[in-house]
T-cell receptor, first 114, second 113 residues
Framework: AQSVTQLGSHVSVSEGALVLLRCNYSSSVPPYLFWYVQYPNQGLQLLLKYTSAATLVKGINGFEAEFKKSETSFHLTKPSAHMSDAAEYFCAVTLYSSASKIIFGSGTRLSIRP | NAGVTQTPKFQVLKTGQSMTLQCAQDMNHEYMSWYRQDPGMGLRLIHYSVGAGITDQGEVPNGYNVSRSTTEDFPLRLLSAAPSQTSVYFC????????????FGSGTRLTVV
């Protein structure tokens, strides 16, 4: 069975600083991996996805993530944080299958300091 | 706009009452799921469906029922509401295969008093 672990329930960075949100996965076969963002009082929005094509994936709002099979990681980064990036971020994993469930990490709340 | 529509957005129930949370999608997605979101616990899967007439339990199914009579609709029923079911509920759908990820509804905030 697959699983995902997000390291750090809360990350705080200064505006303009690098954002790094960590995600490690466990899967017996190559997975699909996703990052979702949730702004306050809203649903989840897909930020980016890895589906076995390029290992460096670019998403919306300047975010990107790199799939590293040897480290079973899919960390999310952004070179320069903006105040509007403050939100909760979820990493998720699934397998290619019509019946496969998507498993979410517990989330990381990102705060941006002025 | 295409997407996942959840109703109601807010609901207050008394302990023991029943209600149905509605979810509809217009993207012809086969796969639909219900999640609950609680502080510090991420999203936990309640029930899911891989197509009309087929449903299965997730990790926290107790106290909830679902049915899937059409591809578009996937209602979640609370049989006898309990304070422990106070949460934010999200419905999500995706196409077969999973490569596109989920499309989420905007959520239902439920309070049981």
């Amino acid at each position: 069975a697959q699983s995902v672990t997000q390291l750090g329930s809360h990350v705080s960075v200064s505006e303009g600083a690098l954002v790094l949100l960590r995600c490690n996965y466990s899967s017996s076969v190559p997975p699909y991996l996703f990052w979702y963002v949730q702004y306050p009082n809203q649903g989840l929005q897909l930020l980016l996805k890895y589906t076995s094509a390029a290992t460096l994936v670019k998403g919306i709002n300047g975010f990107e993530a790199e799939f590293k099979k040897s480290e079973t990681s899919f960390h999310l980064t952004k070179p320069s944080a903006h105040m509007s990036d403050a939100a909760e971020y979820f990493c998720a994993v699934t397998l290619y299958s019509s019946a496969s469930k998507i498993i979410f990490g517990s989330g990381t709340r990102l705060s941006i300091r002025p | 706009n295409a997407g996942v529509t959840q109703t109601p957005k807010f609901q207050v129930l008394k302990t023991g009452q029943s209600m149905t949370l509605q979810c509809a999608q217009d993207m012809n997605h086969e796969y639909m799921s219900w999640y609950r979101q609680d502080p510090g616990m991420g999203l936990r899967l309640i029930h899911y469906s891989v197509g009309a007439g087929i449903t299965d339990q997730g990790e926290v199914p107790n106290g909830y029922n679902v049915s899937r009579s059409t591809t578009e609709d996937f209602p979640l029923r609370l049989l006898s509401a309990a304070p422990s079911q106070t949460s934010v509920y999200f419905c999500a759908s995706r196409s077969t295969g999973g490569a596109e990820g989920y499309t989420f509804g905007s959520g239902t905030r439920l309070t049981v008093v």
